[in-house]
């Protein structure tokens, strides 16, 4: 690991965020020398971020424990673009309304990571509607768009995917890294930063904004940036079989979060630990040494410390004692997820088929009839192979709800209204 002299690449390179830097001795000397600003931008696609955009916040949140002044850039403007990164299709363009909605759904995430306010290192979150929307195209172009080059711009990862896979790039979306790299140069006049940190994905437009500052104020900027995470199996950070791992409790419970960091492979345990936790590094190297049963204990305090980050140390509390009742215990935890069910449904009596998809472990009747034909169906624990099975009130333990269970990590309470 490369020794640093700035607290804040010290701190970065040693939890593992460092993947690319345009001048990394700049960048150090500058970090030594006094307070850098950094900045992330985050456009507003969706009511939420999610565990896929976690990394780039806990950058945020370490910069700012180094020292640094953080600043949350709400890409309001570019979101009207639509960023090609990584995409194989045009995003679908939302109206004005959806990204003002989308917007103050996602700055309640950032509050959980950062301090914000007036001081020399508090947070500040912006947005680039505020420029880029009082632009004179024809004038932008030519005091802007003289600077970039198309050959250049063609060679672009995020060009190259579409344009090798014969998908369209939309003329506006081309304009995509114009605009980012504005915003880079923008916020270094208004705010004096000089860092933007990202995923690798982002690093030609990034140097793009990096080059536009030098070229039109002489500025000397600097690029950071993180590997793109996928699990050791390859999988994307972020998505599951059940869709995206939002960072809103109001899309996705904690119980729900916790799980899914508790289900970490074996051999992400100790980078998870190091990126996504305030883990001491220290401990960090014992728990990944565990193997077996013993690298349980490992996930837990991943998934407890990752969970009291997003949902408050409370909450994470109740996920690891709801764990430890269901799992360890042998019990029937009230903290497990509960789907309410009209009680003259189940006087009548509800097919068990019926009965998973209502909760949720199935998304239809025939994977409901999959689940129960391979053995991980369970009802009150016992496990379920008649797929004709009726549950009604008669099953209800003695709290008045029935457990349902999808495997040994998935359950739920149907509770009769």
């Given amino acids: 690991m490369t020794e640093f002299k700035s607290n804040f690449l010290n701190l970065m390179s040693s939890r593992g965020y460092i993947h690319q830097c345009s001048d990394e001795a700049g960048l150090d000397a500058a970090a030594s020398d006094g307070i850098v600003t950094a900045y992330i931008g985050y456009d507003c696609t969706a009511k939420s971020l999610h565990v896929g955009n976690l990394i780039s916040i806990m950058m945020l949140r370490k910069l700012q424990q180094a020292g640094g002044k953080p600043i949350v850039l709400m890409g309001g403007g570019t979101t009207k673009v639509g960023d090609p990164s990584g995409k194989d299709e045009s995003r679908q363009l939302l109206t004005e309304e959806d990204i003002a909605a989308n917007k103050k759904s996602i700055q309640k995430v950032f509050e959980k990571f950062l301090t914000f306010g007036d001081g020399p290192t508090d947070a500040i979150m912006l947005d680039n509607d505020v420029w880029l929307s009082e632009f004179n195209y024809i004038s932008f172009l030519r005091d802007y768009g003289r600077h970039f080059s198309v050959n250049r711009m063609l060679s672009f990862d995020s060009v190259k995917l579409r344009l090798d896979r014969e998908q369209p790039l939309s003329f506006l979306e081309f304009n995509y890294m114009i605009l ?19 995923g690798s994905d982002q690093w030609g437009n990034i140097i793009n904004g990096i080059e536009l500052g030098r070229r039109t104020d002489q500025a000397q900027l600097y690029a950071l940036t993180t590997e793109l995470l996928t699990t050791s199996s390859g999988a994307k950070m972020g998505k599951t079989a059940q869709g995206a791992v939002w960072l ?21 345990v100790g980078r998870f630990l190091r990126l996504f936790t305030e883990c001491p590094l220290e401990e960090i190297s014992r728990l990944e040494q565990l193997e077996g049963a013993e690298l349980n204990e490992a996930k837990k305090i991943l998934a407890t410390q990752a969970t009291a980050l997003v949902h408050g140390e409370e909450a994470a509390a109740d996920c690891l004692k709801t764990a430890t009742e269901t799992f ?3 019990g029937t935890s009230q903290n497990l997820p509960r789907i309410d069910v009209p009680a003259e449904s189940l006087k009548t009596g509800i097919g068990i088929l019926e009965a998973f998809v209502i909760a949720g472990l199935a998304n239809s009747n025939s994977e409901a009839r999959r689940l129960v034909q391979g053995g991980g169906a369970k009802l009150n624990d016992a496990t379920v192979s008649d797929i004709k099975l009726q549950i009604s009130s008669e099953d209800a333990v003695h709290d008045g709800t029935i457990k349902l269970s999808s495997g040994k990590k998935k359950h739920v309470l149907l509770k009769p209204v």
């Fill in 248 to 268: 809103d409790a109001e899309m996705l419970s904690a119980w729900e979060y916790w799980q899914f960091w508790r289900n970490t492979e074996d051999s992400d």
């Fill in 328 to 330: 360890e215990s042998g």
């Fill in 180 to 198: 980012q790299a504005y915003d880079f140069l923008e916020l270094y006049r208004r705010h004096g930063c000089t860092l933007q940190m990202g």
